[in-house]
């Protein structure tokens, strides 16, 4: 799975210490997948009770459902300091893989609660919380970009920047080993025609219908203009990619613009492959250009007490 270092504006835990939470991840869910398949192959994983599974139907707040996923030991008074969580700090909730009769189910089962427990790592540190949008939980396209891209990929989603005394808010960052991608989503109906253009809108056809939607390569080239100048500043030489994704259509651009990639429907799935086969290990020019990233972006937080007064008063 790939790691979420920084989602939107709020507080990450890669913002305290990018060095050491990626490769704690990677172990942290190494024992855990190993963990819960070993307890499903003895077949001694928990079954709540017909009354648990009621209520645990009733939990629509995602946010309950964050924070049953791992469990942590934390000092809660604040007059004492609170100690960094050790890997025993943070169990696997078995009872996520209730129902299971296959290991490509149990799998499935795994990515999701890793993927819930990214979005923890992604808005809290242990200090600090902020507010989830709760479209994230369900967000298609997060899914795709964590659960089917490898560990050694760094995923900034929406962050948003402060450039110049003014809040810039990017799409998605890919940070790889060796290289950084600027990608834009340009996905609506399946099988949908997109012809594109230097104008500001590009003309869309599915069906019988025709409308105009606004040209993405706008808010690319901004997006990459940024970057460069982020990590040439910080001496950092990684090469930077340019793409526009639509995996359910189709792009025509006669006589596109050098250096933007269109990955739709026909080669997507090729350059998906390139990447998930990437086995390079994470390098410190992939952390120094993150690194660099990370101290322009804001970040929006609560401290914890606040966070619990605020709960308690829903």
């Keep these: 799975m790939a790691q979420l270092i ?67 030991k934390e000092d809660e008074d604040e007059e004492e300091p609170i100690p960094e969580p050790s890997d025993e700090d943070l169990q696997l909730d078995m009872d996520a893989g209730q129902g299971i009769h296959s290991e490509e189910e149990l799998k499935a089962s795994f990515l999701n609660l890793v993927f819930d427990f990214q979005l923890r790592w992604a808005s809290s540190t242990i200090t600090e919380k902020s507010y989830v949008d709760n479209s994230y939980h369900y967000d298609e396209r997060l899914r795709y970009l964590l659960q089917r891209f490898p560990d050694n990929i760094f995923v900034m989603y929406n962050p948003v920047l402060k450039i110049k005394n003014a809040p810039v808010e990017l799409e998605t960052v890919l940070i790889t080993p060796t290289g950084i991608w600027c990608l834009t989503f340009l996905e609506f109906e399946e099988g949908t025609a997109y012809i594109g253009s230097g104008e500001r809108f590009w003309v869309k056809k599915w069906g019988d219908r025709e409308e105009k939607v606004l040209n993405p390569l706008i808010g690319l080239k901004r997006m990459e203009r940024i970057v460069h100048q ?25 006589q596109s613009p050098v250096g933007i990639q269109f990955l739709d429907k026909r080669i997507h799935h090729e350059w998906f492959q390139q990447q998930r086969s990437s086995s390079s290990p994470i390098k410190s020019v992939q952390l120094k250009a993150a690194q660099a990233i990370m101290e322009y972006c804001q970040t929006t937080s609560f401290k914890r007490l606040q966070w619990e007064e605020a709960a308690s008063d829903e």
């Design 230 to 254: 982020i990590i040439r500043y910080a001496g950092v030489e990684l090469p930077i990619y340019q793409a526009v994704i639509s995996r359910n259509g189709y792009i025509d651009y006669p």
């Design 6 to 72: 920084k989602l939107q504006d709020y507080v990450s835990r890669y913002e305290t210490d990018l060095y050491r939470y990626p490769s704690q991840f990677v172990r942290l869910k190494k024992q855990q997948w190993e963990k819960m398949k070993q307890h499903w192959e003895n077949g001694d994983l928990p079954k709540p009770s017909p009354v648990q599974e009621l209520a645990d139907e009733e939990k629509n707040s995602m946010k309950d459902k964050l924070f049953s996923l791992f469990k942590k």
